[in-house]
């Protein structure tokens, strides 16, 4: 499942500068292998583990918890070959508590409820000037001045 993913991000990596998804036999091709290692999960965690599943009330295994989970989650876990502006990975989203998680360890926590929503405003607003590929500094500085930048507006 792992090569699957990661040679499907391969193809949408070559292709996102041309278009917004993979072509439909792309994705059908893509969607079959998927169903097809996630058929042979199912027969190899049965096999695996059919004397415990005999007995009734047992705990599933974790195989088969992340088979259900991946059977599930079938269309957001590929929703990065249908539409290209949705990421691979949340590294980002990653990124941007760490540094939060970094100043709770540091300091303990944060001295009042305030201080807690500045600091969340202020890095929520360098990490949106980021992402859109602004220049940090003038964004700031444009926030002192009558004409403050929105990095949302900025494409």
């Given at each position: 499942?792992?090569?699957?993913?990661?040679e499907i991000k391969k193809e949408v990596d070559l292709n996102w500068n041309t278009a917004n998804a993979l072509t439909l036999d792309k994705i059908e091709a893509f969607e079959k292998r998927y169903t097809q290692i996630l058929e042979d999960g199912f027969k190899e965690d049965y096999i695996a583990n059919s004397e415990t599943?005999?007995?009734k009330k047992v705990k599933k295994s974790t195989s088969l918890n992340l088979l259900?989970?991946?059977s599930a989650y079938k269309n957001e876990i590929l929703s990065f070959m249908y539409n290209f502006d949705i990421h691979f990975d949340n590294n980002l989203?990653?990124?941007?508590?760490?540094?939060?998680?970094?100043?709770?360890?540091?300091?303990?926590?944060?001295?009042?409820?305030?201080?807690?929503?500045?600091?969340?405003?202020?890095?929520g607003y360098v990490?949106?000037?980021?992402?859109?590929?602004l220049n940090t500094l003038d964004c700031i500085r444009s926030i002192f001045t009558s004409n403050?930048?929105?990095?949302t507006l900025v494409y």
């Amino acid at each position: 499942m792992k090569n699957l993913l990661i040679e499907i991000k391969k193809e949408v990596d070559l292709n996102w500068n041309t278009a917004n998804a993979l072509t439909l036999d792309k994705i059908e091709a893509f969607e079959k292998r998927y169903t097809q290692i996630l058929e042979d999960g199912f027969k190899e965690d049965y096999i695996a583990n059919s004397e415990t599943y005999a007995k009734k009330k047992v705990k599933k295994s974790t195989s088969l918890n992340l088979l259900n989970r991946l059977s599930a989650y079938k269309n957001e876990i590929l929703s990065f070959m249908y539409n290209f502006d949705i990421h691979f990975d949340n590294n980002l989203a990653e990124r941007d508590l760490r540094m939060t998680k970094v100043k709770q360890k540091i300091s303990g926590t944060f001295r009042s409820l305030d201080g807690a929503n500045a600091f969340t405003r202020i890095r929520g607003y360098v990490s949106t000037v980021r992402k859109n590929g602004l220049n940090t500094l003038d964004c700031i500085r444009s926030i002192f001045t009558s004409n403050p930048i929105d990095p949302t507006l900025v494409y």
